[in-house]
Protein backbone atom coordinates (compact mmCIF):
# COMPACT_ATOMS: atom_id res chain seq x y z
CA UNK A 1 0.00 0.00 0.00
CA UNK A 2 1.55 3.29 -0.78
CA UNK A 3 1.59 6.32 1.45
CA UNK A 4 2.04 9.09 -1.33
CA UNK A 5 0.06 11.71 -1.81
CA UNK A 6 -2.75 11.25 -4.30
CA UNK A 7 -1.42 13.46 -7.32
CA UNK A 8 -4.16 16.11 -6.67
CA UNK A 9 -3.37 17.24 -2.73
CA UNK A 10 0.34 16.86 -4.48
CA UNK A 11 -0.72 19.79 -7.02
CA UNK A 12 -2.60 21.67 -4.49
CA UNK A 13 0.79 21.08 -2.13
CA UNK A 14 2.95 22.65 -4.87
CA UNK A 15 0.89 25.34 -5.56
CA UNK A 16 0.71 26.47 -2.15
CA UNK A 17 4.49 26.14 -1.74
CA UNK A 18 5.12 28.14 -4.55
CA UNK A 19 3.02 31.41 -3.46
CA UNK A 20 4.50 31.17 0.11
CA UNK A 21 7.77 31.02 -1.24
CA UNK A 22 7.01 33.92 -3.94
CA UNK A 23 5.22 35.92 -1.06
CA UNK A 24 8.02 35.72 1.27
CA UNK A 25 10.81 36.29 -1.52
CA UNK A 26 8.82 39.34 -2.89
CA UNK A 27 8.15 40.91 0.24
CA UNK A 28 12.05 40.57 0.73
CA UNK A 29 13.72 41.90 -2.42
CA UNK A 30 10.75 42.66 -4.71
CA UNK A 31 9.50 41.88 -7.74
CA UNK A 32 12.64 43.08 -10.40
CA UNK A 33 15.33 40.93 -7.68
CA UNK A 34 13.08 37.64 -7.63
CA UNK A 35 13.91 35.16 -10.49
CA UNK A 36 11.65 32.64 -11.30
CA UNK A 37 14.46 29.69 -10.55
CA UNK A 38 14.71 31.18 -7.01
CA UNK A 39 11.12 31.27 -6.06
CA UNK A 40 10.83 27.14 -7.64
CA UNK A 41 14.14 26.29 -5.43
CA UNK A 42 12.83 27.79 -2.27
CA UNK A 43 9.71 26.23 -3.13
CA UNK A 44 10.92 22.71 -3.81
CA UNK A 45 9.37 23.26 -6.97
CA UNK A 46 10.54 23.16 -10.93
CA UNK A 47 10.45 26.37 -12.78
CA UNK A 48 7.97 24.81 -15.22
CA UNK A 49 5.61 24.48 -12.54
CA UNK A 50 5.00 28.11 -11.96
CA UNK A 51 3.88 28.70 -15.38
CA UNK A 52 2.02 25.48 -14.63
CA UNK A 53 0.10 26.53 -11.98
CA UNK A 54 0.33 30.75 -12.19
CA UNK A 55 1.22 31.33 -16.39
CA UNK A 56 3.99 33.90 -16.04
CA UNK A 57 5.86 35.45 -13.23
CA UNK A 58 3.75 38.39 -13.31
CA UNK A 59 0.74 36.07 -12.34
CA UNK A 60 2.79 34.79 -9.74
CA UNK A 61 3.63 38.54 -8.22
CA UNK A 62 0.01 39.57 -8.25
CA UNK A 63 -1.42 36.42 -6.34
CA UNK A 64 1.83 36.97 -3.61
CA UNK A 65 1.11 40.73 -3.95
CA UNK A 66 -2.72 40.25 -2.88
CA UNK A 67 -1.52 37.23 -0.14
CA UNK A 68 0.48 39.32 1.76
CA UNK A 69 -1.55 42.51 1.53
CA UNK A 70 -4.77 40.53 2.73
CA UNK A 71 -2.26 38.90 5.73
CA UNK A 72 -0.99 42.27 6.73
CA UNK A 73 -4.49 43.69 6.87
CA UNK A 74 -5.61 41.57 9.88
CA UNK A 75 -2.78 43.24 11.57
CA UNK A 76 -4.94 46.33 11.86
CA UNK A 77 -7.50 44.52 13.69
CA UNK A 78 -5.84 44.41 17.27
CA UNK A 79 -4.44 47.50 16.97
CA UNK A 80 -7.98 49.29 16.05
CA UNK A 81 -9.41 46.45 19.15
CA UNK A 82 -7.32 48.09 21.40
CA UNK A 83 -8.39 51.87 20.76
CA UNK A 84 -11.07 53.35 23.23
CA UNK A 85 -11.86 56.44 21.68
CA UNK A 86 -12.88 57.14 18.01
CA UNK A 87 -10.14 59.48 17.31
CA UNK A 88 -7.37 57.09 18.34
CA UNK A 89 -9.01 54.10 16.53
CA UNK A 90 -9.16 56.32 13.22
CA UNK A 91 -5.38 57.68 14.10
CA UNK A 92 -4.08 53.94 15.21
CA UNK A 93 -5.39 52.52 11.76
CA UNK A 94 -4.55 55.23 9.29
CA UNK A 95 -0.63 54.91 11.04
CA UNK A 96 -0.79 50.93 10.98
CA UNK A 97 -1.89 50.72 7.16
CA UNK A 98 -0.09 53.59 5.46
CA UNK A 99 3.16 51.73 6.85
CA UNK A 100 2.20 48.24 6.15
CA UNK A 101 4.90 46.45 3.42
CA UNK A 102 2.41 45.02 1.75
CA UNK A 103 0.58 48.31 0.39
CA UNK A 104 3.65 49.42 -1.77
CA UNK A 105 3.70 45.24 -3.47
CA UNK A 106 0.19 45.62 -3.98
CA UNK A 107 0.63 49.17 -5.94
CA UNK A 108 2.85 47.45 -8.31
CA UNK A 109 0.77 44.26 -8.57
CA UNK A 110 -1.68 46.57 -9.50
CA UNK A 111 0.17 48.36 -12.70
CA UNK A 112 0.79 44.94 -13.83
CA UNK A 113 -2.54 44.38 -13.92
CA UNK A 114 -3.15 47.79 -16.12
CA UNK A 115 -0.82 46.13 -18.75
CA UNK A 116 -1.99 42.43 -18.32
CA UNK A 117 -5.92 42.26 -18.14
CA UNK A 118 -5.81 38.77 -17.81
CA UNK A 119 -4.55 39.36 -14.23
CA UNK A 120 -7.73 41.93 -13.50
CA UNK A 121 -9.72 39.14 -12.07
CA UNK A 122 -6.97 38.27 -9.57
CA UNK A 123 -7.13 42.09 -8.63
CA UNK A 124 -10.77 42.48 -8.31
CA UNK A 125 -11.36 39.50 -6.32
CA UNK A 126 -8.65 40.26 -3.90
CA UNK A 127 -9.84 43.49 -3.60
CA UNK A 128 -13.50 42.54 -2.80
CA UNK A 129 -12.16 39.91 -0.10
CA UNK A 130 -9.78 42.70 1.33
CA UNK A 131 -13.43 45.26 0.77
CA UNK A 132 -15.66 42.90 2.94
CA UNK A 133 -13.13 42.02 5.78
CA UNK A 134 -12.78 45.31 6.29
CA UNK A 135 -16.42 45.55 6.54
CA UNK A 136 -16.93 42.46 8.93
CA UNK A 137 -14.38 44.21 10.95
CA UNK A 138 -15.56 47.61 11.30
CA UNK A 139 -19.17 46.67 11.83
CA UNK A 140 -17.79 44.31 14.65
CA UNK A 141 -16.12 46.92 16.37
CA UNK A 142 -18.85 49.64 16.00
CA UNK A 143 -21.21 47.18 17.29
CA UNK A 144 -18.75 46.58 20.44
CA UNK A 145 -18.00 50.13 20.90
CA UNK A 146 -21.41 51.49 20.31
CA UNK A 147 -19.43 54.09 17.36
CA UNK A 148 -21.55 55.14 14.15
CA UNK A 149 -20.00 55.96 10.94
CA UNK A 150 -21.70 58.76 8.39
CA UNK A 151 -21.96 56.34 5.54
CA UNK A 152 -22.67 52.63 5.03
CA UNK A 153 -20.10 50.38 6.18
CA UNK A 154 -19.06 48.62 2.80
CA UNK A 155 -18.37 52.79 1.39
CA UNK A 156 -16.63 53.07 4.45
CA UNK A 157 -14.16 50.47 4.26
CA UNK A 158 -13.65 51.01 0.22
CA UNK A 159 -13.06 54.50 1.10
CA UNK A 160 -10.47 54.30 3.44
CA UNK A 161 -8.69 51.44 1.53
CA UNK A 162 -8.66 53.25 -1.69
CA UNK A 163 -7.04 56.03 -0.10
CA UNK A 164 -4.36 54.00 1.95
CA UNK A 165 -3.46 52.03 -1.88
CA UNK A 166 -3.89 56.06 -3.47
CA UNK A 167 -1.50 58.01 -1.15
CA UNK A 168 1.01 54.75 -1.36
CA UNK A 169 1.00 55.02 -5.70
CA UNK A 170 1.07 58.48 -5.33
CA UNK A 171 4.47 57.79 -3.10
CA UNK A 172 5.68 55.70 -5.42
CA UNK A 173 5.41 57.96 -8.38
CA UNK A 174 7.88 60.21 -6.83
CA UNK A 175 6.17 62.88 -5.27
CA UNK A 176 8.46 64.03 -2.36
CA UNK A 177 5.69 64.53 0.17
CA UNK A 178 5.81 62.32 3.68
CA UNK A 179 3.12 59.82 5.03
CA UNK A 180 1.71 62.53 7.62
CA UNK A 181 0.69 64.94 4.53
CA UNK A 182 -1.78 62.93 3.74
CA UNK A 183 -5.26 62.97 6.75
CA UNK A 184 -5.90 59.08 6.18
CA UNK A 185 -7.36 59.25 9.16
CA UNK A 186 -10.03 61.96 8.45
CA UNK A 187 -11.15 59.69 5.58
CA UNK A 188 -12.21 57.88 8.48
CA UNK A 189 -15.86 58.93 9.78
CA UNK A 190 -16.12 57.00 12.75
CA UNK A 191 -17.60 58.93 15.90
CA UNK A 192 -19.28 58.37 19.17
CA UNK A 193 -23.30 57.88 18.97
CA UNK A 194 -23.56 61.06 20.67
CA UNK A 195 -21.76 63.31 18.82
CA UNK A 196 -23.34 65.58 16.19
Known amino acids: MSTSQP ?101 QAMSITRRRPELRPVAEQNLALLFRKAKQYLTAILDRRDWVIDRPADVEARTFW ?9 SESGFGGRSDDIDLAGVLTVRARTDT
Open 162 to 170: STVLGARLI
Open 7 to 107: PRARGRRTRSQILEQATVLFAERGFDAVSVAEIATAAGAHPHQITYYFGSKDALFVHAAFALLLREAERLEPVGRRRHTPESFRSALARTALALPAVPIAV
